[in-house]
């Protein structure tokens, strides 16, 4: 009898462990090499599956930093074979992050309010950091570069 009340409390702390890593997406390095600025280790998307109702989202890159970094930006955007859509740009010292992320620590980089974005044929979005504010004549070259697939619903996809 004893065994009857242990399985749903094992199977409650089971899933509130594994329940983190459900809002994790598959990434990719943009270059497909990694970059010398540090190691992403995993990116997060809420709400996850995005659905017809959301029109925004938060996504969060997690990593461990090999070099240091003092100001920076962050661009997210949509990008297809034709069209490059920016989302949003962020200040790397005003979203709340350790700045200067040193070489060696942990970063957590939340990006939030990200407008969703469904553009036609196969698309990602891509987060991207940047060494200094980028200027109209030449954009610095990304310190770290990820993008991945949206996770959307069914009926995302249908409504789209």
């Known amino acids: ?3 009857s009340h242990i399985q749903p409390l094992f199977l409650l702390l089971a899933s ?11 990434f990719e390095y943009c270059n497909k090499n990694g970059y010398d600025f540090g190691k992403v280790t995993s990116v997060e998307i809420s709400p996850n599956p995005i659905g017809p109702e959301d029109y925004e989202l938060s996504i969060t890159v997690f990593g461990v930093a090999k070099e240091s970094i ?4 962050i661009d997210v955007y949509a990008k297809s074979e ?7 740009r962020f200040d790397l010292c005003a979203m709340g992050v350790p700045c200067p992320i ?5 970063f957590v980089l939340p990006l939030h309010e990200v407008p ?6 196969d698309y990602k979005y ?3 950091l940047l060494d200094e504010v980028v200027k109209d004549s030449a954009e610095p070259p990304a310190r770290m ?13 249908v409504s789209a």
């Not at 040193?102 to 942990?106: C, L, N, P, R, W």
């Open 1 to 3: 009898m004893a065994i």
């Open 16 to 26: 509130l462990f594994f329940l983190p890593a459900l809002r994790a997406v598959d």
């Open 70 to 73: 003092g100001k920076g930006v």
């Open 82 to 88: 034709n069209i490059t859509d920016l989302l949003g």
């Open 102 to 106: 040193e070489a060696g620590s942990k």
């Open 116 to 121: 969703k974005d469904v553009l036609e044929g």
């Open 126 to 128: 891509v987060v991207a």
């Open 145 to 157: 570069c990820v993008d991945f697939d949206l996770p959307t619903s069914v009926l995302t996809l």
